[in-house]
């Protein structure tokens, strides 16, 4: 790890110095914060991830909340009304009272949402731990700590804070970290303290008195990367990775460890990869904002052509009634734009406010609905799903692209060994009550969670004459760089990785138990025989080898080397010269048995040995002793000696192991792929590991050919060469890892300066970005392994950037919380690495399989209610309005409305709400088990189809020819008769009547999910306008405020004529009866051309050969090889650094440890 020296003063010029114990030097470094200000420049292990505090919430919040043109355009409108009163054609608190309403509801649910924050960060600033104060350990928390604090923490203790590493109980200082919350490997990985501070302290004293100082890079996001040193008492000590304990990361099978805190807070590497809060908005709201700027636009030209019509009428009257001046006190021109702005505020209602608070109401019912979805309720942890945002529900129903972590989001995290393979023959775990023996009946040491179990293998086991089985599981018990200790009479295992203790297990359970392990031997329990195995060599697992082989003597003094690996590596290392028959039917028995493992999903190691003659192995421990103490190219040198022993094995079978999925994963995928629906897995996991679970959540598949990163750069830069397009990978899956994507994403980061003068503006690092996003959307699949969480963020960013498309990020650890945060959509799932992923999300759910359910019913409903209910909403805003603009031309441009006060004010409040929210909240086209059968539907949402700009013009279309009929049919009817509706009170009264039952039946049209809901909001919407209009203008009221309630039995008077009935059956006949023609005749034709349609693409199918673009490889059987494994452990046993002393050694006796513990 760190070694003195002093080369480490000509490195870089490090900026970062923290000195331990000793807060008031490291509070002396300021740095600029604005303009002469400064703050200190080491921060606090305080955190606050959430959006507003007590004092910036009013100005932030509205601020945002008016970065919504709608806002901005009713607050103008009705600073017009309170400015011009007396051309207002309403006062101006009838609008200012419903905004305030609207941005009360959105401020409220912004509080709630950011109100989860802050508890989030209390629960995490609140966390216990020990630090050192004087010369005792005080239980702190998390949010005491500061850089150069003294660190102790306990096994299964989460760190808080980047710590170097100074000492731990476990031998060597060796201190055993999971970070499957940070990157996602499910493997154990070792950190170790420097040598001098292992041993110098000692004891709480040393401790105490220390007084190092840590010299380092600035903070930064880099995960796998540090570089410093360590000075103290004159001298240098270099500082790597490998001496660092990242913020979240759990310590595991380490009694105590102590360390010394280097960056806190903001400046941890995690937080530095948790990225910021960003205003999530849907793609309807960015339309809903492009179409208000229409409306506004649309408001005011028509506004200003009326205009231009009073001033043409107002100057032809003057001409001919000169005598008449007096009436008009002001000048022309003011009096236009007196017209002008009272037309704006007659005209604003075109864009009604009562559709976005309708809106917020619809969001949050749909948001309830999936809370209360007992289908998406996981019983054995008592979680129901949660909508933890009410405003993306629409979103839901336009994902392309889902980002899904793979650790504790598609698996379990929980490996089973599942089958194996024995000279041969296949050996699958029976039930239980069929295998009559049960391991632990012979064997005290066997572990009952094992499930597999065979009566057949066990008899061979037992019988003992079976060579091929004994080398099998006895290669099992001896080749691993696993841990044993007891406790309490019980055998416990502590491995690198829980493939490892899968493997040890099973051998354990069939008689061939690992009880002990020295630097240079093994014991092992064999059928209830004990023998020790004197190690001569262990050859560590890595990336390049994929494969670990130990060499022993055995209790007669015969050599043995025994090797598992992956099925490619150790098949090239068989003994081929004067291969028997029998040994030939076993190995082709084997690579049946693993292409079959392959189909299954399993992950595979083989297992393979052979006999080493004691002069072989004398010449070849001389070449292995001499290039251990190389000084330059060891480990090329190690491998190649490594290579010549490990040819001419014998094989023995393979293990398969299941890495359990969680449960409805692959039908989840397949189903979300046929709603075309791309998902990207990335995993800081390594690639073996990631394809195989591809391979087994059945997003890969056998007929995909695989792009690694070669073909990657050379499919790009063919492109880069010819121009041509880039070849069709329908049937294509990518790979690539985060060194890759790195070279990819530069742009990203960093906005691109376009050049002016050229024709190409972009970069070559945007070209690069944008046709490498094309590639990879062209695939059915991709898989990006090693990545950071930063990294995770970028690609998302990617899509985002270059794709017109929803994304969705879902992942249940703190490494996912960047790529939440990023996405459109942000999915939390509550597994076991924390509630930081759910705490940052927009849904919680508590499986993976729920996001079918989330995205195909509630948020396809969700998006095609809230379409449905806008297009409806505008159609029967201008079916009403656009009569104000036609009666213009009819009053002598004079902008007096039409309609009475009461009507225009209570139109989208009661008369047609009801319909509307029945709509917005319970409206179905097909019921959620037709929509999860037809995923197909889905495909709508993707491609806008039920909202854009389109929609939005047919329903202007329709809204003002339902006016046009509505206005002129009336008028023709009654022009130059004296009858009923022959003064200006009685006209609007048939035009409100006529408007209001044309748009009704319009809903009932629409409405294709019929309960007693619907029609009870139908009927009361009714009853609200009969009842509220008899009121508004009955004689009591018009006696106490004529001003007020001026229309004095009009309607009553009406609608007792039977000729005004029948004008408004004849108007709302007129409105319906053509557009119901009109979409039963478009929906035959429809169905017609998708069935000609259907029939072409079989033809197709059957007439032509399909065209390959890409040249495929034939493909060899796949490997299944995956294995979890950190290489460096058999060194640490080798050379004895790993191993204790003795069994009841501690570094610091439990007196020590109980006395150095007050509790503040």
């Known amino acids: ?84 009163p007396e051309i207002s054609t309403m006062p101006w608190f009838t609008l200012f009272a419903p905004l305030v309403c609207l941005l009360l509801i959105r401020a409220i649910r912004d509080l709630v949402d950011d109100i989860g924050r802050h508890k989030s960060d209390s629960t995490i600033n609140n966390r216990p731990c020990e630090m050192l104060v004087g010369e005792r350990f005080l239980h702190k928390k998390w949010k005491d700590l500061h850089v150069g604090d003294l660190v102790r923490l306990h096994d299964t203790n989460i760190v808080p804070a980047d710590m170097v590493l100074l000492s731990s109980t476990e031998p060597s200082s060796l201190c055993y970290v999971e970070t499957a919350d940070i990157d996602g490997e499910t493997n154990l990985k070792y950190k170790q303290a420097l040598l001098v501070t292992h041993h110098e302290l000692t004891t709480l004293k040393s401790m105490a008195s ?116 007096r009436m008009h006190m002001h000048s022309l021109t003011t009096e236009s734009i007196f017209i002008l702005v009272s037309f704006v505020i007659l005209l604003s ?64 995290n929980i490996m089973t060994f ?34 597999f179990r065979n009566s057949k293998l066990l008899s061979i086991v037992h019988a003992n004459k079976d060579n091929v089985v004994r080398e099998f599981w006895r290669l099992l018990a001896i080749c691993h760089t696993v841990m044993v200790e007891e406790k309490d009479n019980q055998l416990l295992y502590q491995a690198a990785s829980p493939d490892e203790e899968a493997l040890v297990t099973a051998a354990r359970n ?11 031997s093994i014991t092992v329990k064999e059928l209830g025989e004990q023998r020790v195995y004197q190690v001569l060599a262990l050859m560590d697992f890595n990336s390049i080898r994929k494969r670990m082989s130990v060499l022993v003597r055995n209790p007669e003094g015969s050599i043995y080397l025994y090797t598992k690996g992956a099925d490619t590596v150790l098949f090239e290392r068989l003994h081929k010269k004067d291969m028997y028959r029998k040994k030939q039917i076993v190995k082709a028995a084997t690579e049946e048995a693993l292409t079959s493992f392959a189909e299954e999903t399993l992950r595979t190691l083989c297992l393979a040995y052979k006999k080493v003659e004691e002069d072989q192995y004398k010449e070849w421990n001389q070449r292995h002793q001499e290039a251990k103490i190389l000084l330059e190219n060891r480990a090329q040198a190690l491998h190649q000696v490594y290579e010549e022993i490990e040819q001419d094995l014998q094989l023995l079978g393979i293990t398969a192991i299941e890495d359990r999925l969680q449960d409805g994963v692959p039908e989840t995928i397949q189903c979300l792929k046929k709603g075309n629906i791309k998902i990207w897995v990335l995993t800081g ?109 970028l690609i998302v960013a990617l899509v985002k950037k270059y794709k017109n498309a929803v994304t969705l990020a879902i992942g249940d650890g703190a490494n996912d919380v960047n790529m939440i945060k990023t996405a459109d959509i942000g999915v939390g799932l509550a597994g076991q690495e924390g509630m930081q992923a759910v705490q940052n999300s927009d849904y919680m759910l508590a499986q993976f399989r729920f996001l079918r359910r989330l995205l195909l019913v509630h948020g396809r409903w969700s998006y095609m209610r809230v379409c449905k209910f806008l297009r409806y909403f505008i159609y029967k805003t201008l079916a009403i309005m656009m009569v104000q603009i036609w009666f213009a031309f009819y009053s002598g441009f004079t902008s007096q409305p039409l309609y009475e ?182 929906q035959a034709l429809k169905q017609l051309r998708l069935k000609e349609e259907k029939e072409e693409e079989k033809a197709e199918e059957v007439g032509e050969v399909p065209i390959e673009e890409m040249a495929e490889v034939p493909r060899a059987r796949r490997s299944s090889y995956a294995f979890s494994h950190q290489e460096g452990y058999a060194d640490l046993i080798t050379q004895g650094t790993i191993m204790r002393r003795s069994l009841g050694f501690s570094k610091y006796s439990d007196d020590d440890r109980s006395s150095s513990i007050d509790f503040v």
Request: aromatic share 14%; glycine share 4%.
């Open 1 to 84: 790890m760190g070694t003195t020296g002093t080369k480490e003063a000509d490195g870089p010029a490090f900026t970062w110095e923290v000195k331990a114990n000793d807060r008031t030097y490291n509070n002396q470094f300021k740095e600029k914060a604005f303009l002469c200000w400064q703050r200190r420049k080491y921060k606090g292990n305080i955190i606050h991830t959430a959006k507003y505090n007590f004092f910036s919430f009013l100005p932030l919040n509205l601020y945002e909340q008016f970065h919504r043109i709608s806002n901005s355009y009713f607050l103008l409108i009705i600073i017009l009304q309170g400015a011009f």
């Open 210 to 325: 220390f007084q190092g100082k840590v010299v380092c890079e600035e903070p930064n996001s880099r995960m796998h990367y540090f570089t410093g040193h360590l000075e103290w008492e004159g001298k240098k000590y270099s500082l790597d990775s490998g001496n660092i304990l990242l913020r979240g990361c759990k310590i595991r099978n380490t009694d105590t460890c102590y360390g010394m805190v280097i960056y806190a807070g903001f400046d941890t590497k995690i937080m530095r990869n948790c990225g910021k809060i960003h205003l999530k908005r849907t793609k309807i709201d960015r339309l809903m904002n492009k179409l208000v700027i229409m409306i506004c636009i649309f408001v005011v030209l028509i506004s200003m052509a009326l205009t231009l019509g009073f001033w043409s009428k107002v100057t032809e009257f003057k001409t001919k009634h000169y005598y008449m001046l």
């Open 349 to 412: 209602v075109m864009m009604p406010m009562a559709m976005f608070i309708t809106a917020e109401f619809i969001y949050l019912g749909n948001s309830i609905f999936i809370d209360w979805d007992v289908e998406m309720y996981y019983a054995p942890q008592d979680l129901p799903a949660k909508a933890r945002s009410t405003s993306l529900n629409v979103q839901l129903g336009q994902v392309g692209y889902i980002f899904s972590d793979k650790t504790g989001t598609l698996t379990q």
């Open 418 to 451: 599942k089958k194996c393979c024995i000279n041969g023959i296949v050996y699958s775990p029976e039930e239980e009550n069929i295998c009559e023996e049960n391991p632990s009946l012979c064997n005290s040491f066997a572990d009952q969670k094992l499930l």
């Open 510 to 520: 069939y008689g061939y138990v690992f009880l002990a392990r020295t630097q240079d």
């Open 685 to 793: 996991d390594k690639q073996e590991t990631a394809v195989n679970i591809g391979y087994a959540c059945q997003l890969l598949s056998e007929d995909m050919h695989i792009l690694d990163e070669e073909q990657i750069i050379a499919i790009l830069g063919a492109y880069q060469e010819t121009k041509n397009n880039l070849p069709q990978v329908e049937m294509a899956a990518m790979i690539v890892s985060g060194e890759f994507l790195d070279q990819l994403m530069k742009s990203v980061a960093a906005p691109v300066l376009q050049n002016k003068d050229s024709n190409t503006p972009q970069s070559p690092e945007v070209w690069r970005e944008r046709t490498f996003v094309e590639l990879a959307c062209r695939c059915k699949a991709v898989i990006c392994c090693r990545v950071t969480p930063k990294q995770k963020a």
């Open 901 to 1082: 006060g009461w009507f225009l004010a209570l139109f989208n409040l009661l008369y047609t709400t009801l319909p509307v929210l029945y709509i917005g909240l319970f409206e179905q086209d097909v019921s959620d088990e037709q929509s999860l059968e037809l995923p197909e539907l889905y495909i709508a949402g993707q491609k806008d189809e039920l909202f854009n700009y389109w929609v939005f013009f047919q329903a202007i279309i329709h809204g003002t020819g339902t006016s046009l009929v509505n206005f002129f049919m009336t008028l023709w009817i009654s022009h130059d008769i004296i009858g009923p509706i022959s003064d200006y009170q009685s006209f609007s009264t048939v035009m409100s009547l006529s408007g209001l039952l044309s748009v009704t039946m319009e809903v009932i049209l629409i409405i294709k999910y019929w309960t007693i809901l619907s029609v009870l909001a139908i009927f009361f919407s009714l009853c609200f306008y009969i009842v509220i209009t008899r009121a508004s203008q009955s004689v009591w009221l018009f006696t106490v405020s004529p001003t007020t309630f001026p229309f004095m039995s009009v309607e009553q008077n009406v609608i007792s004529h039977p000729y005004v009935l029948l004008v408004i059956m004849l108007n709302v006949s007129l409105n319906t009866l053509p557009v119901l023609a009109f979409r039963v005749i478009y």
